[in-house]
């Protein structure tokens, strides 16, 4: 066992995979229910990797000093065990995969704080429901296995920072041993993508035009650019272009100098200025008046601005990153935003994807979100059914990142108002999401209030040469359908589909081989 988590924790993989298949080695190493690999950031924990927890506990903050288990762990160096009988609420409850939503049973748990450098890095937990599972023996153990893990962590912190200094000069500063893990929440292959693009990009100090649907958190991906950048430690402005009006759009942006019109009593900076040696965000830049844009392209091309009311010229030193969830190009072609300077500002396009191309993000997002609501609302516990989750998954989002975060805490409050107690866990219905309006066909078939059998040609039951058919046969022709359902509507995501179905990914895929269908 020692040598499998070496292999895992030394192997040449992206390092979200590596701790992964770490945790599950360790979860078998100590027969034990669940295991969560959690990431210090300043006062908060953040599972990082996890086997046995629901899927939306990635999604989690956890304030060490609301969960006193959390700060026992971290407040010493050798492993915590906590007694079946322990009164201290465990922030887990309701979170283990197969008893989700529900108050965990009397069970073993077991902890240890993690170090790099001296400081504080994370925490290591183990939860079994038998008790007695984690002996002196096992405490050992962990701690052994603590340090291995360290070592893993703290080589991949100085290869993660090599490359960063080979890619961005020393200007960069990075969060923590792991990466900037707490910027924007999502582990699909699409943000994944995006985000390795965006690193890249960040060096470069071109303009990025940042393209996508409302709701999908440009800002966000905005702050990530110049963070990564060299001008990283020079200041970030931001700017609601949808929010200046026509005739103050050019002082907020320029400046302007005293008595340069009525009510200006003093000389006032604009926005590039305050961005100087920095970065200027212009959010909803497609909303800029066609009069804003000439002078806008002006500065862009020249690199020099003029306050209102001097014909003094001002050198200007910024990199300039745009939003928009128009579509410029078109726009271009109406006459409604210049084309000289859409390509100005879309030297490098970014697609930011909606949620619904996220996957599995969605439940990580909500888990987030939960967890928000949770500390805010003073809740025991708020967590999602399975039905709430299949939901989530199947409903398109329209609003993105945004609306799911209405929906979340939307549901927390309708629950309080319909009597439901802060002391105990509560576990959101789809009744409270208010998310199945408009959904495709595909989706109303899986989830609708009518049972979706999906059989092609004969009736159910029904023999080819008459009568009726066997009925291992009509079973097997059902399960066929429903899996190729629940696929075409997951997009070809197996993992997607075995949540759509209700059922283990493991046992979808032991399934589809059994009826012939190619499992990937």
């Known amino acids: 066992m020692d040598q499998l988590l070496l292999a895992d924790l030394v192997t040449d993989l992206p390092n979200a995979v590596r701790l992964q298949r770490a945790v599950h080695t360790l979860r078998q190493r100590f027969m034990c229910d669940a295991v969560g690999l959690l990431c210090l950031d300043g006062d908060t924990l953040r599972l990082v990797a996890a086997a046995g927890l629901a899927h939306e506990a990635l999604g989690r903050r956890f304030v060490v000093a609301q969960h006193p288990r959390f700060a026992t762990i971290m407040s010493r160096r050798d492993p915590t065990w906590f007694e079946p009988g322990s009164v201290l609420a465990d922030p887990y409850d309701g979170l283990l995969d197969d008893k989700k939503g529900s108050p965990l049973p009397v069970h073993d748990c077991l902890g240890i704080s993690l170090h790099i450098e001296g400081r504080p890095w994370g925490a290591l937990?183990?939860?079994?429901?038998?008790?007695?599972t984690f002996d002196?023996?096992?405490?050992n153990e962990l701690k052994r296995y603590g340090l291995m893990l360290e070592a893993a962590i703290r080589v991949s912190a100085l290869e993660k920072e090599n490359r960063n200094l080979r890619q961005l000069g020393s200007g960069l500063g990075e969060s923590g041993p792991l990466g900037d893990l707490h910027e924007i929440i999502g582990e699909s292959e699409a943000i994944s993508q995006l985000l390795h693009e965006l690193d890249v990009v960040a060096d470069s100090d071109l303009p990025v035009l940042l393209l996508g649907e409302t709701g999908v958190g440009k800002e966000l991906f905005a702050r990530r650019v110049h963070r990564r950048s060299r001008r990283g430690r020079k200041p970030m402005i931001h700017v609601n272009c949808a929010a200046l009006p026509e005739s103050l759009a050019e002082s907020e942006l320029f400046g302007h100098v005293k008595g340069a019109f009525s009510g200006a009593n003093t000389d006032r900076p604009g926005r590039f200025e305050a961005a100087q040696g920095g970065t200027l965000f212009l959010d909803e830049v497609g909303e800029l008046p066609l009069g804003v844009q000439a002078k806008l392209l002006r500065?862009?091309?020249?690199?020099?601005?003029?306050?209102?009311?001097t014909d003094e010229i001002i050198k200007t030193d910024v990199r300039i990153i745009a939003a928009t969830n128009r579509q410029l190009k078109e726009n271009t072609l109406a006459g409604t935003f210049r084309a000289d300077l859409y390509h100005r500002l879309s030297v490098y396009p970014v697609h930011i994807p909606p949620l619904r191309d996220r996957d599995r993000d969605i439940l990580i997002l909500a888990g987030h979100f939960l967890e928000f609501n949770r500390a805010?609302?003073?809740?025991?516990?708020?967590?999602?059914?399975?039905?709430?989750?299949?939901a989530l998954l199947a409903y398109s989002w329209p609003g993105n990142v945004r609306e799911l975060e209405h929906v979340i805490s939307r549901a927390a409050l309708k629950m309080l108002t319909r009597g439901a107690s802060r002391d105990q866990i509560l576990t959101l219905g789809p009744e409270l999401l208010d998310v199945d309006a408009g959904q495709p066909a595909a989706t109303q078939d899986l989830y609708g209030a009518e049972p979706f059998y999906g059989i092609e040609g004969p009736a159910a039951g029904e023999w080819k040469g008459g009568g009726v058919q066997p009925l291992r046969l009509t079973v097997e022709s059902t399960q066929k359908a429903c899996i190729q359902r629940a696929l075409d509507a997951a997009g070809g995501n197996w993992a997607q589909a075995a949540r759509l179905l209700d059922i283990d990914a493991s046992n979808l895929h032991k399934m589809a081989r059994k009826l012939g269908l190619k499992a990937a």
Not at 125 to 132: N, R, V
Not at 136 to 139: D, E, G, K, R
Not at 301 to 308: A, H, M
Not at 376 to 390: P, Q, T, V
């Open 125 to 132: 937990t183990l939860d079994a429901l038998k008790t007695g």
């Open 299 to 309: 500065t862009l091309q020249n690199g020099e601005i003029q306050r209102l009311g």
């Open 136 to 139: 002196a023996a096992m405490q």
């Open 376 to 390: 805010r609302l003073g809740l025991r516990g708020l967590r999602l059914s399975y039905a709430a989750e299949r």
